[in-house]
């Protein structure tokens, strides 16, 4: 039997990351095995996935000498930002530098990076319907994303671009859930008006990610995006009320309105759910279900999710957001 190709998976312990480690690990029989790189490999998580038969392997995205260490020997490596960590494009920025430099001196021969679109191609800083944040952004933690393609891309490194969706997980993690009014009522917030928003679930996003490395050569050099569904806000109210057994109302805000809550990151959120609202059919466009679906045959709709997580939902007030 042929030795097994190793990849590298960054951020093996986040969202994204966990759900391609454990797809590989599944995947008993298939070509690859999976080197989870996370910074702290005595941690509950990463001890998870070493017993799921991952090697765990320790570095960072700062540390430029311990991704390559960490790449030496892989086959490909799927590579990933925290902006939510530090709030820092800059830093993702030099984060994603240092993974494709290594990814260069490794000879990967497949690299996944985990990206999204610089909205300053659509609305320029000078563009007065958006503020600009930060001195030279619009949505801080999709720009520097998208900014960061070129590093790739000029390095000469072998990549499949992934454009990712709004994680239905959020509702968990992120207090982006339904909430109680003033009535009593739930109100499930989002300033998208009547546009439809790309969603995933987070695991989903690491099974379409291994589905990108069993096609091997034919996705290098090709940006994909994916989604599990797009969904209108009021569809996702409906889902909603379905599965918690009580109406939840749609509450569409004004963008200008969402910038003001006043957690970390809203204007920045608050740009981004804009920026999707106004420009839904590229958005759209981008994230094809379908060709996700043919990636991942297990990916799940809205409701499919919902009903596995529905009790995870905290129904509560109002707080910080973090993540797209």
């Known amino acids: 039997m042929s030795e097994k190709k190793v990849i590298a998976v960054i951020g093996a312990t986040g969202a994204q990351g966990s759900g391609l480690v454990r797809a590989v690990a599944a995947d008993r029989d298939g070509p690859f095995s999976v080197r989870a790189i996370t910074r702290d490999t005595t ?3 990463a001890q998870v996935l070493k017993n799921l038969g991952a090697e765990v392997v320790s570095a960072d995205v700062d540390d430029a000498p311990s991704l390559r260490r960490a790449f030496q020997g892989a086959y490909g490596a799927f590579c990933i930002t925290f902006f939510w960590e530090h709030f820092s494009p800059e830093r993702e920025l030099a984060q994603a530098r240092n993974m494709a430099e ?3 001196l ?3 021969q497949h690299v996944i990076w985990s990206t999204l679109e610089d909205t300053r191609r659509w609305v320029p800083l000078d563009d007065q319907r958006m503020p600009t944040l930060m001195g030279k952004y619009k949505v ?3 720009d520097a994303k998208g900014e960061a393609n070129r590093l790739f891309r000029e390095l000469g490194v072998p990549t499949t671009f992934l454009l990712t969706s709004f994680y239905w997980d959020n509702l968990i993690a992120f207090g982006m859930g339904p909430k109680r009014g003033a009535d009593g009522r739930l109100e499930f917030t989002l300033p998208m008006g009547s546009k439809k928003l790309p969603g995933i679930a987070a695991a989903d996003i690491g099974k379409c990610a291994y589905g990108i490395f069993r096609r091997g050569p034919e996705l290098i050099g090709k940006t994909v995006g994916i989604a599990g569904e797009h969904l209108t806000g009021a569809q996702m109210a409906a889902s909603l009320t379905k599965a918690l057994g009580e109406e939840v109302r749609y509450n569409d805000v ?3 309105v969402y910038r003001s809550f006043g957690f970390p990151g809203a204007d920045d959120l608050g740009n981004m759910f804009q920026f999707k609202r106004d420009f839904e059919e590229d958005f759209c466009a981008a994230r094809n279900v ?4 043919a990636l991942n045959p297990s990916l799940q709709t809205f409701e499919v999710w919902l009903a596995e997580n529905k009790s995870r939902i905290p129904i509560e007030e109002p707080r910080a957001v973090g993540n797209y």
Not at 290 to 293: G, H, N, P, Q
């Open 43 to 45: 941690s509950d998580k």
């Open 254 to 256: 004004p963008p200008e």
């Open 290 to 293: 379908l060709f996700a679906r």
């Open 140 to 142: 801080p933690h999709f």
């Open 106 to 108: 490794a000879g990967l």
């Open 102 to 104: 290594a990814a260069k």
